[in-house]
């Protein structure tokens, strides 16, 4: 996912024209989530995370986002059918790159504004294993949230928020672990529409950039 990263890092740097900006580092923790299949329940480990987002006011009461979310853990997978093996994956990355809106929820005090957000994007997780071919899964996904902006002077502040991460699967996938039922060389059929819903609290600073 190195064109993701790369793609972000323009965007980030062409927005950069703007009269003004604001970008917020972050760190917070996440909710891992986790799938039932047929064969198994597929769990991914809460953990911290962390990101940065790129803020453009658009209009007096929104403001768009570019935002890039990470969080490396582990996850497990338990299997529920006689002939399967359960599966532990100790390194995993769970990626957001997302664009959406922020809008005011108020606007009673310049210096402290709470927003909702909602935006539109790509998740992606990669993996890694001695002994097993674990291919990197990519969905289309949506986030909605709730936070504040508090700003201690014109340029600086902090931001806090919660949000729901949902990667979505429109249509059954191929989930190889080169291990499966009975020996090696198998692997887990995970045909489902349902979401994996996660979630995270994170917090960061906020700079003012521009006029």
Do not use: C
Not at 70 to 93: C, E, P, Q
Not at 147 to 170: D, H, S, Y
């Amino acid at each position: 996912m190195k064109k993701s990263r790369l793609l972000f890092l323009a965007l980030l740097l062409s927005s950069a024209s703007f009269a003004q900006v604001e970008v917020a580092p972050f760190v917070g923790y996440m909710f891992g989530g986790g799938i039932d299949y047929y064969e198994g329940r597929f769990k991914i480990y809460d953990n911290m995370n962390y990101g940065a987002s790129l803020i453009v006011p658009v209009r007096e009461i929104v403001d768009f986002e570019l935002n890039y979310t990470r969080m490396d853990t582990h996850a497990k997978f338990t299997a529920y059918r006689a002939g399967w093996s359960d599966v532990t994956i100790s390194n995993l990355a769970v990626n957001y790159i997302q664009v959406g809106a922020l809008k005011a929820l108020s606007m009673n005090n310049d210096m402290v504004r709470p927003f909702g957000n909602f935006s539109m994007g790509v998740g992606w997780s990669s993996a890694s294993e001695p002994g097993l071919d674990i291919k990197d899964v990519v969905r289309f996904s949506i986030t909605a949230g709730l936070g504040v902006k508090i700003f201690f002077t014109e340029r600086v502040g902090i931001i806090l928020r919660g949000r729901l991460l949902m990667p979505l699967n429109f249509s059954g996938v191929g989930f190889y672990y080169g291990i499966g039922g009975g020996g090696s060389g198998g692997g887990l059929s995970l045909n489902t529409y349902a979401p994996m819903i996660q979630g995270d609290f994170n917090g960061g600073l906020i700079f003012r950039l521009g006029n």
